[in-house]
C-alpha cells in the first residue's frame, strides 16, 4: 500500500530546517532559521517552541537531552520536553552545521565551518576528541551504531570515515563536487550508517546513493531510481535497517529495500521544494521531512513488512503497467518533474512531454502520474524498457526516450540489469572561461589580462563591479544588474554581459563600448524566441555570441550585425584574441568518465578563413575542459580539470602540447590552480591557488601566483634531459613570432633574436655533451638543427676533440645549409616585390628608408654573432598549402626584417623551408622601394668556397631543385659576400637614381636586385663589385621584345618566358652571352677559371676575390682549419 502524505504546515522562516522524533515517537522537533526549535504533538496543534539562538542550523535528541547548533559558534544542550538550558557542549571558531548523536546516546558528534570535527561525552563536556583533516567546511556527520567509527561529509569533496579513539582516518573517497562553503553546496551529503545490523554506511551521491560495507569500506551497493533526476540531499534509515529513505534537491522523496535494491515508495514535495532533514518514526511507520523554506511534512503508513515490499517488487511483473497509479498519492497533483532546472534534468522533457502540448499521450496527468507510465519507465531491474535504463546518469537525450517506448507485450521479468558496457558521460554544461560557478551569490563572471568583472546578487544587491587591471584603460565601473546577467567578457574595448531568456522575455545581449568615440557608448539586442546565450566572447572589433539554438552569431564592436553560422554541437565554451576565434563544442557523446570534444579555430583578417576545423580536443583521461583561451601573444591554449595545460604548436601542423601540469605544483589533492593568464615571452602562467576548491572567493581579492611551464619529456632530472625540455620549450614558445610576423604584426627582434641564439646555445651544449658520450651520430642528428654558423662552431670542436669523422660528415651538412640558403634566398626575392606592393596599413611602425641601410647591415651583424635562424624542424606547411604559409615560411627564413607584412595570392608556391634563415639586404623600407641595390649576403663558412656535387645541374636547368615547385630561381646559386654593407653604401645613390626611373614597375626592379645588382660604369668596377651573369644581360637586351609580344606578363612571368627563350638558345650563344657579361668586370683570372662550365664553379671562385679582404669572421677561419684538417 501506498503511504499517505499529510499537508505541509508552516514551521519557520525560509531557510534551512531540521526535524526528528523523540525516543517515544510522541513529539516531532524541528529547528530553523528562525532560531527557535518547535515541539509538534501532531500536525494539527499548534507547537510548543524554545528559542535557542538567532538560529539553529541543526539539531539532535536522545534520553531527554535536546542538542542544537545554533548560530554563536556553540552547540548547547537543553532538556526536553521542558526546554530548560543545560548548558553549552562545545565551541567552535565557526558555526557548527550538523550534530548527532551515538545510538547509546552518551555522546555527540558535530562539525563546523573552521573545517572540524568533535566528539564530546554529554556527561563530561571536557571529554572530547578534535577529529582534523578535512580541509573546508563540514556537510554531515554519522556515528557508527557501535561506537567504533564516525563517518564525515565536508565541502572540499570528501566523505571520510575517522577511527574516533585515535583520532585518525580509516579511509577517504572524494565523491563530492567540492565548494567553499555549506550554502553554496549542491546537496548538504547528511550520510547515515544502518542501525542494528550495522553492515552499511549510505552516502547520497549525485542522484544515486552508495552503499559501503562497515569493515572492509568497499562499495558494495549502489540505490538508484529512475525518476531522480536532481541530487539527494538526505538519507535515513528505518529503525529496523531494511529501508532507506532519501530526500532530494527537486522535493522527491524516495524509499529503498535495501536487501532487494527496490524502489518501494516515491513521493513528491507539493511545491517541489528542497527536501533538507527526513526522520523515521521509532515505529518505522511515518517519515516526517522538513524543506528549504521552512515548512513541515509527513508521510503516513509506510511499508515496513516483508510481505508488502515483496508484493511491491512483484508488482511491474504481475500487474497492468497502468497500476503504477498506486505508488502515488491521490492528492499529488504537481508534476512529476515539477522543480528540476532543464540543465539538471535532461531526462525531463521526453518523461512529461511539453508542458504546452496537451494532446501529447505521454503527459502527466493532474494527478503527477504518467499514463501508462510502463511503456515510459519501468523499475530499474526490469527489462520492459530495453536494457539501457532512461535516465542513468542524468544523460539520455529525446532519441533514447523515444526508442524506450515499446510494446506492451514485452515479457517483463525482474531480473539485473543486462546492459554492461560503457556508460555515457553526461556532457559538460557551457561555461565561460574565467568565471566561477554561476550558483554562487558572489563570484566572477570574468577574470582576464584586462581586468575582473564581480557578480553580486543577494537580499541587498544585485550589480556587477568591474575592473581594469590598468586604469588607464578605463576607470572602474558599476553597474546595475537588473536584467540578471550571467555571463560576461571584457576587452580593451568593451564589456560583453548576457543574460537567460525568461517567460516574459527574450534572452539579451547587453555591449559597453567604452572605448567609442561617439556619446552613445550602449546597445542592446534580443535574441530570437527560445534562443539563450550560452557563451560569448569578444575579439578586436567584434563579439561572438554562441547560442542554445547551435548558432553562432558575429556582431561589430559597434553593433552591427555580421556572419551567423551553424555551430556542429552544443558549445562549451569560446575565447577571442585580436582576430582569432577558438570555441569548444560537444562533437559526440563522451563514455567511462570521457568528454568528447571538438575545437574550430577561425580567422577574422582580410581574407577570414577556419585554421582548425572541428578537431578532436585532446584532454587528459577522465577529465573536462576548466578554461580556455589565449596567451597574451595569440596562441590557443587551454587547461583542462586534471590540471594539465596544453597550447597548440603552429609548427608541427596545429597539434596541441602539454605544457605545465599545475597539480605537481599542488600541496593536496583538493587544492586546485585557477588560471587568469597565459605569457609567453616572458614564460609565465598567471593562476590563483585555491585551497580545497577549484576556484575562489571574491573576498578577500585573490593574490595571482606564477607558475613555471615544462614539457613532460622524459628523464627532465638528467643533464640531457634538462637541455633537450629547454631547447624544444623555447621552440614551442617562439613560434609566435612567425604567426605575428605573417599577421603582419610588428615583432620584438631582440626576442627573437635572443631566443634563437639561446635556443642554438643549447643544441651546442648538447653536442658537447654527446662528443662526451661518444655519441657521433646523435651529434650529427643535433648539427641538423643547428643554423649555419653554429654548424663551423661544432665542427671546431670535433676536430679539436681529434673526431675527424665527426667533422667530415659536419662539413657535408654545412655544404648542404649553404646550398639551401643560396636556392631559397633568390626565390625569396622573387616573391618580395608582389608582397610589398600591397603592404598592409595596420598602423604598426614602419621603417624610413633613410633608417634602411643601417637596419640592414644591423640584422646582418646581429645574425654573424647570433647564428642564424629557427630550426628547420619548424615547417608550418602541415598541409595547408596557401599564401599565407608559405609567407610565414618566408619571414622565417629572413626573421630580421620589420616589415612583416602580408604576401599576395600571387605567390608562386609554397617553399620548403631551409635550416638556416639569412638577412635579406633587398628588404622593402617604408616606401615600398628596395633598400639596396646591390652587395649579397655573406655567408661565413669557408666550404663555400667548394664545389657542391650534390647541388651542381646542367647549365639548362634550375640548379639543384628536383623536388620543388616551379618558382623562379636564377640558373646559378649567388655567392655571399661579406662586402655587402659597403656595397649598401658604395650603389645607394646609383640604385635611388635606378628606382626613380623604373618606378612604374617596382616589382620588375625588385625582381633585378633579386638577380644581380644594377650595372655600374667601369670606374666603380672595384673587386667588391660583383658581374651579372648572361642570362640576366641577355634579358635587359630583350625584355622589351618579350613585353611586347606578351603585355599582359606579371614580372615573374616575364622572367619564366626569358628563361624558356634564353634556353632554346644554342650552347655557343649562350657562352658568348655569358662571356660578355664576364668581359664586363675585365677579371682574366675569373675568366680562365670559367672554361669548367659550371655557372656554380664560376660563382663561388666569383667570391674568393672579396672573401680574402673581408674574411674577419672567427667561425669561418675555425671552419677552414677543420675542413683543412681532413
Excluded at 545581449?509 to 546565450?533: A, I, R, Y
Excluded at 656554380?1096 to 682549419?1121: G, H, I, R
Aim: aromatic share 6%; with cysteine; charged share 25%.
Amino acid at each position: 500500500m501506498p503511504c499517505e502524505r499529510k499537508p505541509m504546515r508552516y514551521g519557520h522562516s525560509e531557510g534551512h530546517t531540521e526535524v526528528c522524533f523523540d525516543d517515544t515517537g510522541k513529539f516531532i522537533v524541528t529547528c530553523g532559521n528562525d532560531g527557535d526549535v518547535r515541539i509538534w504533538e501532531s500536525l494539527d496543534d499548534d507547537p510548543k517552541f524554545i528559542t535557542v539562538g538567532e538560529k539553529a542550523y541543526s539539531l539532535a535528541l536522545k534520553k531527554g537531552k535536546l542538542v542544537t547548533a545554533s548560530s554563536n559558534n556553540t552547540v548547547q544542550i537543553h532538556t526536553f520536553p521542558d526546554g530548560d538550558p543545560d548548558g553549552i557542549l562545545t565551541r567552535f571558531t565557526a558555526n557548527a552545521t550538523h550534530v548527532a548523536f551515538n545510538s547509546s546516546g552518551s555522546r555527540v558528534a558535530a562539525g563546523s565551518s573552521d573545517f572540524m570535527v568533535k566528539v564530546v561525552e554529554v556527561s563530561d563536556s571536557s571529554q572530547q576528541k578534535t577529529l582534523r583533516g578535512h580541509e573546508a567546511p563540514i556537510l554531515s556527520v554519522s556515528f557508527d551504531p557501535k561506537d567504533e567509527y564516525l563517518a564525515s561529509a565536508s565541502c572540499d569533496g570528501s566523505v571520510v570515515v575517522w577511527n574516533i579513539e585515535d583520532q585518525t582516518q580509516v579511509i577517504s573517497w572524494p565523491l563530492l563536487q567540492k565548494t567553499n562553503d555549506v550554502s553554496d553546496a549542491k546537496s548538504l551529503c547528511r550520510l547515515a550508517f544502518q542501525p542494528t545490523a550495522a553492515k552499511y554506511l549510505a552516502v547520497p551521491v549525485e542522484t544515486k546513493v552508495h552503499l559501503y560495507e562497515r569493515g572492509s569500506w568497499e562499495h558494495v551497493s549502489t540505490l538508484s531510481d529512475d525518476l531522480l533526476t536532481q541530487p539527494i540531499n538526505v538519507v535515513a534509515w528505518s529503525p529496523c535497517g531494511r529501508l532507506l529513505a532519501a530526500g532530494s534537491v527537486g522535493g522527491s522523496l524516495t524509499v529503498w529495500d535495501v536487501s532487494s535494491k527496490l524502489c518501494v515508495e516515491r513521493q513528491k514535495h507539493e511545491k517541489g521544494f528542497t527536501v533538507c532533514a527526513l526522520a523515521w518514526h521509532p515505529s518505522g511507520r511515518q517519515i516526517a521531512y522538513t524543506d528549504t523554506e521552512g515548512c513541515l511534512g509527513l508521510l503516513d503508513g509506510v511499508s515496513t513488512s516483508s510481505t508488502s515490499t515483496t508484493s511491491s517488487k512483484q508488482a511491474p511483473a504481475k500487474k497492468p503497467a497502468t497500476d503504477y497509479d498506486d505508488l502515488f498519492d491521490d492528492d499529488d497533483d504537481r508534476i512529476m518533474d515539477e522543480g528540476l532546472s532543464d540543465t539538471n534534468s535532461p531526462a525531463k522533457k521526453p518523461v512529461v512531454g511539453d508542458d504546452d502540448d496537451d494532446d501529447d499521450e505521454f503527459l502527466m496527468p493532474s494527478t503527477g502520474r504518467v499514463r501508462n507510465r510502463g511503456a515510459i519507465l519501468d523499475d530499474e531491474n526490469s527489462l520492459g524498457t530495453g536494457s539501457l535504463k532512461l535516465g542513468q546518469d542524468k544523460f539520455e537525450d529525446d532519441d533514447d526516450a523515444g526508442s524506450a517506448v515499446v510494446p506492451a507485450a514485452t515479457p517483463v521479468v525482474p531480473l539485473h540489469p543486462v546492459y554492461e558496457g560503457p556508460m555515457p558521460t553526461p556532457p559538460q554544461k557551457a561555461f565561460q572561461p574565467g568565471s566561477t560557478p554561476s550558483h554562487l551569490t558572489h563570484r566572477f563572471l570574468m577574470w582576464n589580462s584586462v581586468g575582473i568583472v564581480r557578480g553580486y546578487n543577494d537580499e541587498q544587491d544585485n550589480a556587477i563591479d568591474v575592473e581594469f587591471h590598468d586604469s588607464a584603460v578605463h576607470h572602474a565601473m558599476h553597474l546595475t544588474n537588473s536584467l540578471g546577467h550571467t555571463v560576461a567578457d571584457l576587452s580593451q574595448e568593451a564589456v560583453l554581459l548576457a543574460c537567460p531568456s525568461t517567460d516574459e522575455l527574450a534572452s539579451k545581449l547587453q555591449c559597453l563600448h567604452f572605448s567609442s568615440w561617439d556619446t552613445n557608448k550602449e546597445w542592446m539586442v534580443d535574441l530570437p524566441k527560445g534562443e539563450d546565450v550560452k557563451a560569448l566572447c569578444l575579439g578586436q572589433g567584434w563579439a561572438a555570441v554562441a547560442t542554445s539554438a547551435l548558432m553562432l552569431r558575429l556582431f561589430s564592436i559597434g553593433g552591427v550585425q555580421k556572419e551567423i553560422f551553424s555551430l556542429p554541437g552544443p558549445v562549451v565554451c569560446m575565447a577571442g584574441h585580436g582576430e582569432q576565434l577558438l570555441i569548444v563544442y560537444h562533437r559526440a557523446t563522451g563514455f567511462e568518465g570521457e568528454q568528447a570534444l571538438g575545437v574550430q579555430l577561425l580567422l577574422f583578417s582580410r581574407r577570414k578563413r577556419q585554421l582548425i576545423n572541428g578537431e578532436p580536443l585532446p584532454l587528459s583521461p577522465r577529465s573536462y575542459l576548466s578554461w580556455l583561451g589565449f596567451t597574451a601573444e595569440g596562441t590557443p591554449c587551454y587547461v583542462d580539470s586534471d590540471g594539465m595545460v596544453r597550447m597548440l604548436n603552429r609548427s608541427l601542423g596545429n597539434t596541441w602540447t602539454p605544457v605545465c601540469h599545475t597539480r605537481e605544483t599542488c600541496k593536496s589533492k583538493s587544492d586546485h590552480y585557477w588560471v587568469v593568464g597565459v605569457h609567453e615571452n616572458p614564460q609565465q602562467l598567471r593562476c590563483i591557488p585555491c585551497k580545497g576548491s577549484r576556484y575562489p572567493p571574491t573576498l578577500p581579492r585573490p593574490a595571482v601566483a606564477i607558475l613555471p611551464f615544462k614539457l613532460p619529456l622524459c628523464q627532465t632530472t638528467t643533464e640531457k634531459g634538462q637541455m633537450e625540455e629547454q631547447f624544444w620549450r623555447s621552440v614551442i614558445f617562439h613560434n609566435h613570432f612567425s604567426f605575428l610576423s605573417s599577421s603582419g604584426y610588428e615583432i620584438d627582434e631582440d626576442a627573437q633574436n635572443q631566443s634563437q641564439k639561446e635556443q642554438q646555445e643549447l643544441l651546442m651544449k648538447m653536442f658537447a655533451l654527446a662528443c662526451k658520450l661518444e655519441r657521433e651520430f646523435r651529434c650529427v642528428e643535433l648539427a641538423e638543427l643547428m643554423t649555419q654558423n653554429v654548424v663551423t662552431l661544432a665542427i671546431r670542436y670535433a676536430s679539436r676533440s681529434r673526431r675527424m669523422v665527426l667533422a667530415q660528415r659536419l662539413s657535408e651538412i654545412a655544404l648542404e645549409k649553404a646550398n639551401q640558403i643560396q636556392e631559397e634566398e633568390p626565390e625569396e626575392q622573387e616573391e618580395e616585390p608582389d608582397y610589398s606592393s600591397i603592404r598592409r596599413t595596420s598602423g604598426y611602425g614602419q621603417t624610413e628608408l633613410s633608417g634602411g641601410h643601417y637596419s640592414s647591415r644591423h640584422n646582418q651583424e646581429k645574425e654573424e654573432e647570433l647564428g642564424g635562424d629557427e630550426l628547420g624542424e619548424e615547417d608550418d606547411g602541415a598541409g595547408e598549402m596557401e599564401t599565407e604559409e608559405a609567407k610565414e615560411i618566408k619571414k622565417r627564413v629572413n626573421p630580421f626584417a620589420k616589415e612583416a607584412k602580408e604576401v599576395s595570392p600571387a605567390t608562386p608556391s609554397l617553399t620548403p623551408i631551409g635550416k638556416v634563415g639569412r638577412a635579406n639586404p633587398f628588404k622593402v623600407a617604408g616606401s615600398g622601394k628596395p633598400l639596396t641595390s646591390s652587395g649579397p649576403p655573406r655567408m661565413s663558412n669557408i666550404l663555400d668556397s667548394m664545389t657542391s656535387s650534390r647541388k651542381s645541374a646542367p647549365l639548362g636547368g634550375s640548379a639543384g631543385k628536383p623536388n620543388k615547385s616551379p618558382v623562379l630561381k636564377p640558373l646559378a646559386p649567388r655567392p655571399k659576400a661579406k662586402t655587402q654593407s659597403t656595397l649598401l653604401q658604395m650603389t645607394g645613390t646609383k640604385a635611388a637614381d635606378k628606382k626613380t626611373q623604373e618606378n612604374t614597375e617596382p616589382a620588375l626592379d625588385q625582381q633585378k636586385h633579386a638577380e644581380a645588382p644594377p650595372p655600374a660604369p667601369p670606374a666603380e668596377n672595384t673587386e667588391n663589385q660583383r658581374p651579372k651573369t648572361g642570362f640576366q644581360l641577355w634579358l635587359e637586351e630583350n625584355r622589351t621584345s618579350i613585353i611586347s609580344d606578351k603585355p599582359d606578363l606579371e614580372e615573374t612571368d616575364i622572367i619564366k618566358e626569358a628563361m624558356g627563350r634564353f634556353r632554346t638558345l644554342s650552347a655557343e650563344e649562350r657562352l658568348s652571352w655569358t662571356e660578355r657579361a664576364k668581359g664586363q668586370t675585365g677579371d682574366g683570372e675569373k675568366k680562365r677559371k670559367r672554361e669548367g662550365g659550371s655557372p656554380e664553379k664560376k660563382e663561388e671562385t666569383d667570391e674568393n676575390s672579396p672573401k680574402k679582404k673581408k674574411s674577419l669572421d672567427p667561425s669561418s677561419k675555425l671552419s677552414a682549419f677543420a675542413f683543412n684538417k681532413n
